[in-house]
């Protein structure tokens, strides 16, 4: 959304939303002066009742029993409805309804009262009943909807019977004869001292009061809505002529000059003295600015390229150079794989034609030779042996990455515990014990990790400390989650771990053969598998108290 689609959401709001709030705000505060207009009307209706009760009771009353005292009235000239103040409010009540065109309702109600035109309706009696369970209200009052009409109600809380009030209140046999002559003996009595006996129940209609005030709010609000609409009519059109129109100027300026239309070296002209103006003027200087970049840019482009086009020239020659060497160094590794399987082969034959004459020469001449020459044949036998042993694991060592099997899916619990079978018998021999942990499922060359891991644990075995029992634990963990760490920890005699990158090396020793026999490649060849699968070798260790080698290689 643009700035002048939004300045104009924001005038409509200015509008209307203020609109809005004034109808409102005056139906409300209309509605609370019908309120209070109704509550004024109820306190006189009710000052009004009360001033009639009181005339009756102090006034009217005692004269009349006075008359009737002095001159000696029959009683059967009294009439008590006559003489109850009650009565003469209700019929007063009736004249001023009757003169009247408003629809008051004012009523004293009661609940079985000695006159039925008293009597309490429904609501009326829920009422007095609150009154009665809960003597600390007085008065109930609210603004609700009776007979479809809107209304104010109001009741109060009247008479509360006293010792004195029991004769007419209590039994029909307490009584006095008259009033059971007038009312019977059944309206009216059954109460007891305390009891809430009557109220004054008073409706004031308001709907006229709402309907103007409804009237009222709408003619405020339309005239509120005149105002603003007019006010932001005025406020658009200056902010149109003023801001809007010139920064459309400007847009289609910077459309034109982005397709091209127009060059950037072309100013903009405003001839205005504010902001904008500003604006436009930063513009101006930052085009001319753009324009002698450019020059010069193109410039050092130009530049840039002869450059490039030497060093490309250049590193073509340089990579035909690398190529040439690239497949010198290919066919020299064929020749030297060639070398190493023709160079293994020829260097063990005549180690076994050494070791054959070597029997032979023991078995047909041993009786012959003295102590002397027994012990020469055993160390050229040990030595040939050894040969052997050497090149055999040199070939190896070379064979790694050049005759392997493509990797696979492997369960390396199933390839460790393999390894541990073939094992088994120098495990017994050693009263060793190999504990493995759960270990993965992962791309690799099976026959390798087979060879990795009787390595290891060749090792760990044979360089086991005298008097203790070998024991060799494999476990793995995920570092994170693209690898796997995998740890084969021995107890025996360990090593200095300035060696530990020497023992990786290839015909390395630590010991001599007189201590532990080996030609110093198994480690070597541990490495070069690892790293043929992309992996890292290292290992931690105490003498005396173990090592641990500790092998990460990739989940893929």
Known sequence: MNL?????????????????????????????????????????????????????????????????????????????EIMASSYAVREINNYFINNIDTAYYFKEISINPRNPANDANDFEKQILQQFNENRTITE???????????VFRYIKRGEILEKACMQCHSIPALAPKNLLDVYGDERGFNKSIGDVVSAQSVMIPLDDAYATANRLSIVFGIITLCFMTA?????????????????????????KVTKGQLNINNEMIDSADDEIADLVNYYNGMAKAISQHETKLQQEKNSLKEKVDSQTASLKAKNEQMEHYAN??????????????????DLQEPLRKVVAFSERLRRGYAHVLDEKGI????????????????????????????????????????????????????????????????????????LQMRQLFQNLISNSLKYHKNGRSPIVSVNSSETDNETWEITVTDNGIGFNEEHTERIFKPFNRLHGRNEYEGSGMGLAICKKVVERHSGSITAKSTIGEGSTFIIKLPKA
Not at 28 to 54: C, D, P, V
């Open 4 to 80: 002048k689609k939004k300045f104009k959401l924001v005038v409509l709001l200015l509008i209307f939303f203020p609109s809005l709030v004034l109808i409102i705000i005056t139906n409300i505060f209309m509605k609370h002066l019908a309120y209070e207009e109704a509550y004024s009307k109820m306190e006189i209706m009710l000052a009004r009742t009360n001033a009639i009760h009181q005339f009756i009771n102090e006034d009217a009353r005692p004269v009349i029993i006075e008359m009737i005292n002095q001159y000696e009235i029959p009683s059967s000239f009294f009439k008590p």
């Open 140 to 150: 109930y009052k609210s603004v609700e909807t009776v007979d479809g009409k809107k």
């Open 231 to 255: 006010v932001g009519l005025g406020l658009s059109k200056f902010l149109n002529s003023q801001i809007f129109n010139r920064v459309d100027r400007v847009k289609i300026h910077f459309e």
């Open 328 to 345: 010198e160094l290919k066919r020299s590794n064929e020749e030297l794989r060639e070398f190493t399987s023709v160079a293994s082969h």
């Open 375 to 446: 012990d020469y044949l055993e160390r050229m036998e040990k030595a040939t042996i050894r040969m052997q042993s050497l090149i055999d694991n040199l070939l190896k060592l070379s064979r790694i990455n050049s005759s392997h099997e493509p990797f696979d899916t492997i369960d390396l619990q199933m390839v460790v515990e393999e390894v541990v079978g073939d094992l088994q018998e120098r495990i017994d021999q050693t009263g060793g014990q190999v504990i493995l942990g759960q270990l993965p499922t992962l791309k690799a060359d099976k």
